[in-house]
């Protein structure tokens, strides 16, 4: 499809590789689709010149490595033919991938670019500068976790995305804006994961009114639980979401009901923050037959079909990709609570039972996830 049919050229892959060919062809290059290759995704021909180019659809900024295997691959036998690189991406050079591309000169055979809409814009091609540093990171990434409906899994998920994200290394702020303050009855005032030779991550939970930005300095992922009654969400934090969870249950009924309240939450969220990326994601997954999952995927997707068709963050997670699954382990959580209601601990529903533990399996799955598909590796940069 050309970028003219309204949708962002960036929008996937194909799109954008399309997007890149076509900015090829207006310099004057023939380019050519290679049969099968995992090292470069166009060839392009002028005169005798011949260059392999990498198409590099990214969310987030190239890092060195992705550069030095191109560069590798160039020096190969394969790579050899070509008398030129390029690599060409979506949004920009980390540092490190910016000092690689200074230390190998003018003389290079590699040029790098981004690709805008009507432009590629290179990065060493000589007459111009590198363009500045990007903006620093924020230094906090926010989810809300939404239903608008009761009972779908909102504390659930939002409890247990918070453990996955502390299992990979952050600390992470819980706020419960939801009058029931579930979270707070299930996990207190938080968790802390030790470490055996290190300080290790903390869960900290915060009610409305005592959240502050300020209050939870050393966490870098913000969860809010929020409350079904959308209005009753503060809009300041709202706006500041960054990713939004809409989990929703994977049956007839499940599908239909929340296909309408969840389409009307994404309008609502629309109004006051056009820049999260929003997920639907399915809770509570029981194996259909693989007939029955044709159908329900079939509905699923449907369902959602206007929205993902103009909204190039709304995302609807096929749940053979990520699916949160119903567990005994997620149903009887809170036990822990009800065991010792003097002195209650705070527990996630992650231990392993017989060395497995789906619960811990499928959120990690949910973060790994996300992070894929909105680059949420700006958690990691700094
Ligand atoms: N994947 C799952 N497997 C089994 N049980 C689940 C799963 N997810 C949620 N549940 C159960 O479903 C019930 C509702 O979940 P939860 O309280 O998280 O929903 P909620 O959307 O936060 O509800 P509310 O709107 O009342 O706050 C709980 O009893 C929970 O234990
Ligand atoms: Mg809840």
Redesign the pocket.
């Known amino acids: 499809m050309p970028p003219s049919s309204g949708l962002s050229f960036t929008q996937d892959f194909a799109h954008f590789q399309k997007h890149v060919t076509q900015l090829f062809q207006k310099e004057g290059w023939t380019v050519e689709t290679p049969q099968s290759n995992q090292a470069y995704d166009l060839i392009v021909t002028k005169e005798n010149q011949m260059g392999a180019v990498q198409v590099k659809w990214l969310k987030s900024s190239v890092q060195k490595p992705q550069l030095s295997k191109f560069a590798d691959f160039l020096e190969t036998n394969a790579g050899k033919k070509f008398n030129c690189g390029f690599f060409i991406t979506t949004q920009g050079y980390g540092g490190s991938a910016r000092a690689l591309i200074r230390s190998w000169g003018e003389d290079t055979k590699i040029l790098c670019g981004i690709a805008a809409k009507n432009e590629i814009i290179w990065l060493n091609d000589g007459d111009q500068d590198f363009p500045p540093p990007e903006p620093p990171k924020p230094d906090k990434i926010y989810f809300g976790v939404f239903?608008c409906?009761?009972?779908?899994?909102?504390?659930?998920?939002?409890a247990h995305l918070a453990g996955a994200f502390a299992l990979q290394g952050f600390n992470v702020a819980l706020v419960d804006l939801?009058p029931?303050r579930?979270l707070h009855k299930l996990i207190g005032d938080g968790i802390y994961l030790p470490k055996p030779k290190s300080v290790g991550e903390s869960i900290e939970v915060y009610d409305e009114r005592a959240w502050d930005e300020d209050a939870a300095r050393d966490c870098k992922v913000v969860i809010c639980?929020c409350s079904?009654v959308f209005e009753r969400n503060p809009k300041e934090l709202i706006e500041k979401f960054d990713y939004c969870l809409i989990?929703t249950t994977f049956n007839p009924l499940g599908i239909n009901k929340h296909g309408k309240i969840i389409r009307d939450t994404v309008n609502d969220i629309r109004r006051i923050n056009n820049r999260a990326h929003l997920f639907v994601v399915v809770?509570?997954?029981k194996h259909p037959t693989s007939r029955q999952m044709e159908l329900l995927k079939k509905v699923y997707f449907e369902t959602y079909e206007e929205i993902r068709a103009t909204d190039d963050k709304f995302h609807c997670i096929d749940p053979d990709e990520v699916c949160?699954?119903?567990?005994?382990q997620?149903?009887?959580?809170?036990i822990h609570v009800l065991e010792n209601p003097d002195n209650p601990r705070s527990e996630l529903a992650f231990k392993l039972i017989g060395g497995r533990c789906y619960?811990r399996d499928d959120f990690i799955d949910l973060a790994d996830y996300i992070e894929r598909e909105a680059g949420l590796g700006i958690l990691r940069a700094s």
């Open positions: 239903t409906k009761g009972g779908v899994g909102k504390t659930t998920v939002a939801d029931e579930n639980d079904p989990p809770n509570n997954f949160i699954r119903a567990s005994d997620l149903y009887y959580w809170g619960p």
